[in-house]
């Protein structure tokens, strides 16, 4: 069957009823601290993690990244050997991003073979194994089901197809909200699990409980470790996604922005 990515809705649905949100102790603070954190350590987060602040700034209105694109850019100048993969997720930001011809040869890291085909499809079309690349990297677990998570989203958000059994997105929400364990520790992945359900309206999937241990497990500089059992430093990846995340879950809507920034009029 011909799976339409078009019909799938974005519309996002109320995530939480009242007395939920009311049982989330300290939400309003744990985000407070989250952008103060990732504000004062912009100078210092990965090129994507920019991206990602980008998407915050987009979606939430959040001023204090209203600069990240002009971050970003700086990176792709002062690093040229990792410029061609730095442009291509430009995208994210940039509808109208323009690739050099060798950019795409950087494409060689598996989560990137899954998400970049839906990022430029609507531009260069799908592969015609990117169906069969789909469904082994579900197979694969971990990081690699969220990614096929955020593929979907870019593939719906750029209007593609892709020949996929019906029931195939339904199967990639409920295999992400299986990566969210009921523990105590929380982990990277299940808190990108968790922010990847909510953008997409899917924040039923993820009980208010890890919700909660997700503010619980906040470092007192704001952000988040890799994994809560294991103290360190704060991680930029943990820490963003938790405040996207806790974003959705503080300020839910019907609909929101697109992840990806769309074309310029």
């Known amino acids: 069957m011909i799976f339409s990515i078009i019909a799938v809705s974005i519309l996002v649905t109320v995530l939480l009823l009242p007395s939920a949100n ?3 102790q300290g939400l309003d603070q744990t985000v407070t601290k989250a952008i103060n954190y990732l504000e004062k350590t912009e100078d210092s987060i990965q090129p994507y993690g920019l991206l990602f602040l980008n998407v915050i700034y987009r979606r939430f209105g959040v001023q204090e990244f209203a600069n990240t ?5 700086q990176e792709i100048t002062e690093y040229p050997d990792q410029a061609p993969i730095l442009r291509v997720f430009r995208r994210i930001a940039d509808h109208n991003n323009q690739l050099q011809p060798e950019d795409l040869e950087a494409v060689t890291e598996d989560t990137d073979r899954i998400t970049v085909p839906a990022l430029y499809c609507d531009r260069l079309g799908l592969p015609s194994d990117y169906p069969t690349l789909l469904d082994a990297a579900m197979n694969m677990g971990n990081y690699l089901i969220t990614h096929v998570f955020l593929a979907v989203i870019w593939m719906q958000e750029n209007g593609c197809e892709v020949p996929m059994p019906n029931d195939f997105v339904e199967n990639v929400y409920h295999a ?7 523990n105590s520790v929380v982990t990277d992945l299940e808190i990108e699990a968790a922010a990847f359900l ?3 309206g899917q924040g039923a999937l993820v009980d208010n409980a890890f919700i909660n241990r997700v503010i619980a497990v ?3 500089d704001g952000g988040w470790f890799a994994s809560s059992d294991m103290p360190g430093e704060s991680f930029w990846h943990a820490s963003i996604l938790a405040l996207l995340l806790l974003l959705h879950v503080e300020y839910p809507a019907d609909s929101y922005p697109p992840m990806l920034a769309p074309a310029s009029p």
Do not use: C, K, R
């Not at 694109?69 to 850019?73: G, P, T």
């Open 22 to 24: 009311e049982a989330l």
């Open 198 to 200: 909510y953008m997409v």
């Open 218 to 220: 906040q470092n007192d």
């Open 69 to 73: 694109l002009q971050l970003y850019d």
């Open 176 to 182: 992400t909200a299986a990566l969210i364990d009921d």
